[in-house]
């Protein structure tokens, strides 16, 4: 019986995956689901067992199973691991997620799962945190915290009882990396976290999922139940989200596992030192656990020696949007932004030029080509007015209005604030109001200068809408207040970054806000 | 005092470690205790951060984002509230970055805020508007015709507060002040983002909410969304007085916020070492009654009770009683009159009241309503302690690690106290309820007891005595205590009682009703599980065996070492706010100020050298005993200051038949009470807000009352008494309340530290204040009981004569409820009837389905004594068999029922069990139709001749 392996995956699902695997059994083949390997245009990808290894043929119709068996299919791909896009990769995480059978305890464990448990489990906590710690492991939910160290307080942290909490909202426009290893390889997860658990002295972990994540709800449920044996002493349970983004942020995660309204809490205390149920408790997102049974296994050397700067490692980059080879791409830092876009992504999938791209989620910056040889970086970012997050690129082309793009920074904000902290709570709301006014003076031409700036006509007790100043340039100056407000004075991320996208947007593309073009790439 | 804010220094102090940082604000070096936020720090060194979402009464949140700071070498700006200080820090709270910042949030809270300060009820009182004020804000450049959460209804149902959720801020501390402060968790905020809001519930109005109209979240309010109705009608206030609640015996001090003569608003005194800043619904809000147009203003005579009353000058009223109670003693000798003490009034009232029956009366025919609640705690306490009063303060509960509460229901009883045992509760405390009905402590929000004891009415010393048992037969006894401390002999004459099987929870079980495993467990963990304090209430007294329960609660705090210190011993949760001090003042027929007996030689001598006369050495007669006495034709006339016995008493009947056999019966109240019906002489009284003096609460907190307003009846009930007493010749010329309480301390060795200034300046004292305890006492029996040894007393279980039978085949016990206090005279004379308008007979589903009584039918309520109707209310919250109402409405006449069996020791009533029997009804019995007609002839009144 020929067999054949199919992605059970959201994404390949989507694509008809379902369907062409029933074909596949229909015709008497032995199909195994895995998750994907990650490049969407090749989806439904069928890989076909022969003697010569796995063949692949993507993407593949339902109705074309015959041409497949027959190897004559015209999208016939070959070992699809050889194929550039994956040969380029440098997959530590991602390693198995593709081609294993998610939920075989057997698959995972011929594919060197559990090593780096036993190592770990073998070694003193102390040791396995200095391991992370030398590996250069960051948080790769956004903030790039240095894991270690994170894992360090927790373990020196006094209590009896500790939890690890994975991360696993992903709830970033264009990300996706959490869901494909959660529901391509969950036992790498599982073994991240009961090596953190060891680390740190935890006896039970919970794993925050969003709830679109349907797929991998069920499938870490049923990975838990399989290895259960495996992690105890430790143990895992799966917490489905209600829809916030917010809970996202670690410490409205915590509460919202604790049964309270999803609210970002004020720091200190550290989640490290009084997190879950005021317990020390390890917050990780999903990539950054799952980076951690490669680093127990292969040496923290053997992570440490990839990457560029302060930035160690390999990334997951999702490529998304406009862009011809959506997908993630596990590459070690250092990668050009315009690598990633253009050699990797292909440019854009309608085949016009790029205009922008947002790197790190609804949050991000956007950055225009010209700034395309950016580094893969943290620092970098940072310091290029952008943020990494985790690490979703998604790409527009010429036909974008980056005024629209941010008043929908702003509108994401006022959709997802919760409610607690002013700048965020009124303000995002205040910056679409801003950005309508923008939208509305720059078209059809500037406004005409009237007596709209008297001083009397500003008067608090106005509440007439024409006593303020709606030309596009008062209103940009007060969108760059109110951008200053929400970036310093916000509780957390939500609010406080938000005006990267905002600014970045303004700053980089004035012309879509009714001011002048900036000077061509010429004056740099 | 004028009107200045009590100054919020944002955060709560930090926990004590005992370890202090340095640090640099604004270039001033600071040292102040590890864990102070920024904002507390710079607060208290004079520097106030602006701030929204701060309250020194809450947990800092963060939201407001107002007090942001400067911190070297830390990137952003930190929120001061939520930043802890520490050591070296170097911080900035005024620089330009940080007002554009401020400001920038400012523009944002005033862009959804409606702009109608001028016209709006918190003018000048409003956090939001000063804050304005303070950033400099001068402009709102969003304009007007952005999104806002202006134009939502008002919801104005309470009865002494509205919401208006136009002007919130969404700053969360309401919502933080009901969780935090009052533990109800009534509200939430609702919705996220732009749209959140503040929901009482699950969106209901307040008044249909779980809200227990506490005010915290009014008070918590910085700007005008909850706001007292009454600002809203008067304006805000222009002076503060801060006195002493009037109701229950925790003893709240409130600053009285007065607009010239008229109360604009009470509000809890954050200094207030018995509430911290907090309060209930009776003493927030429900102080209308001393405007209410039922008060009597002028005295009144008549010589029968089916007479009409006569109003007359105060001149006449006090020659009459005076002419009459000298023409009763001529007549039938001295000790046929007597008189009753008010737990309501001050301890200088209370004080004269007494003075002027042992020095003008010439017997000791006093007594007062603690007679009827807490005597047995007297007896109980002074013989296995030697002092009569609770062994510690309200603070002590929050080093409490086990809480046992009998008999007591501090949420409905005790409101401001139950708030703190809810927050030690939450932070982890244990809890073990030993009561009949499920009172809402047994299970409310993160609040769950370990163990509920639900024992049968009656049972009380069955169930301790068998708790005694487990912990003596387990070997869960304090003996290095029990050496150190008590009676070894008696401890082992006591060991060897509570061992006896007869007395093993297995073998009580079946009179108690209790589960055997749950009272061991109880047992083990009120043993073994560190800081245990026992709360009681008038559950332990009012029965047979009152003052053998009394004492079998002090038997378990001795034999397990839980006495002495902070966090344990043994607490009587006093009923009213001033039945420790009517009892401390010598309220009792056998005992003078400060609980010396009568016929003890030395402290006869004392008062008889101070007051110049030969004061009698035999007690005098208890209350029932005056009424027996007065049906028996020896007992002629009686003046009562501020108790309405006609409705407190049991057995309604006998009080009824005892007054109605006096010849002068002078009644002391603002209102025509019940017990007035039968009255004489009727003398209006003066309320708290009208007088001076000390109130002493259940933790022997001596409190100043102060007068904010002139006394509408024209004079304060201390000169009443006075006018009373020189009329009958007694030589007493007191200016001030303050010359009293001198005398009270001269003569009363544990008030020898008492004095008004020292009250004033120290807020409080704890009795004793003497030499001894300079600074007061706020634990009690440190080092050593202050008999000497703790006497253990064997309390062996006697069931009540109150039995079942196929008659009354129920058990009737009474209580009270939250929003009333005692008689209901003063808060049914407020709109706290909102909450409850009458009172219901609770009965549980069974009963009430064999008895095919539906719940809010009218049913009959009949015992031996008598019977009375009222309506039903379905619940569970009792046992089977088990039927429970309260006595705040004079309609229901709920004493009409119960009998004139007591407390053995006390004559304390046995309130608590009645055997009973229920039935549908179609009206009023004949007792309250006859009544009725009784107290509307009764109350007609014929003004004074034109004046």
Redesign the interface.
Known sequence: MTRVFISADMASVALGADQVAQAFVDAGCEVVRTGSRGLFSIEPLVEVETADGRIGYGPVAADEVRTVLDGAHPNRLGDVAALPFFAAQQRFTFARCGIVDPLSMADYAAHGGWTGLDIARSADPQAVVDTVKASGLRGRGGAGFPTGIKWQTVLDAPGAEKYIVCNADEGDSGTFADRMLMEGDPFCLIEGMAIAAHAVGAGHGYIYIRSEYAFAVETMRKAIELSAARIAPFTLEVRVGAG?Y?CGEETALLDSIEGK?G?VR???PLPALAGLFGRPTVINNVLSLAAVPFILSAGAEAYADVGFGRSRGTMPVQLAGNVKNGGLFEVGFGITLGELVNDIGGGTASGRPVRAVQVGGPLGAYFPPSMFDLPFDYEAFTQAGGLIGHAGITVFDDSVDMAHMARFAMEFC?????????????????GV??MDRIIAARIPEPAPPTARTGTLE?A??????D????SPG?QTA?LR??C??MK????CALGGFTPYPVLSALDHFPEDFGAPAPIPQAAE | MTFTRETDHGTPPALATGRNVTLTIDGEAVTLPEGTSIMRAASLTGTAIPKLCASDNLESFGSCRLCLVEIEGRAGYPASCTTPIAEGMVVRTQTDRLKQLRRGVMELYISDHPLDCLTCAANGDCELQDQAGAVGLRDVRYGYDGATNMGQPKDQSNPYFDFDPSKCIACSRCVRACDEVQGTFALTMEGRGFDTKVSPSQGQDFLSSECVSCGACVQACPTATLIEKKVVETGTPDRAVVTTCAYCGVGCTFRAEMRGQELVRMVPWKEGKANRGHSCVKGRFAWGYAQHQDRILKPMIRSSIDQPWREVSWDEAIAHTAREFRRIQDQYGARAIGGITSSRCTNEETFLVQKMIRQGFGNNNVDTCARVCHSPTGYGLKTTFGTSAGTQDFDSVMQADVMLVIGANPTDAHPVFASRMKKRLRQGARLIVVDPRRIDLIRSPHVEADHHLPLRPGTNVAVLTAMAHVIVTEKLCDEAFIRARCDWDEFQDWADFVSEPARSPEATAPLTGVPAEELRAAARLYATGGNAAIYYGLGVTEHSQGSSTVMAIANLAMATGNIGRPGVGVNPLRGQNNVQGACDMGSFPHEFSGYRHVSDDDARAMFESAWGVKLDSEPGLRIPNMLDAATDGTFKGIFIQGEDILQSDPNTHHVAAGLAAMECVVVQDLFLNETANYAHVFLPGSTFLEKDGTFTNAERRIQRVRKVMAPLNGHADWEIVQLLAQALGLDWKYSHPSEIMDEIAALTPTFAGVHYDRLDAEGSLQWPANEAAPDGTPTMHIDGFVRGKGKFVVTDYVATDEKTGPRFPLLLTTGRILSHYNVGAQTRRTANTAWHPEDRLEIHPVDAENRGIKDGDWVSLRSRAGETTLRALITERVAPGVVYTTFHHPDTQANVITTDYSDWATNCPEYKVTAVQVGLSNGPSDWQEDYAEHARQSRRIIPEAAE
């Not at chain 1, 006593?467 to 709606?470: E, G, K, L, P, S």
């Open positions: 916030a917010v309204r609210q004020a720091k200190p006022a959709v997802e604030s919760c409610g607690k902290c002013t700048p965020c709570r009124i303000g995002s709301t205040r109001e801003i500003k608090l007790y106005s509440r007439s809408p006593r303020i100043d709606v008062a007060l207040d109110l200053d407000t310093y004075g916000s509780l």
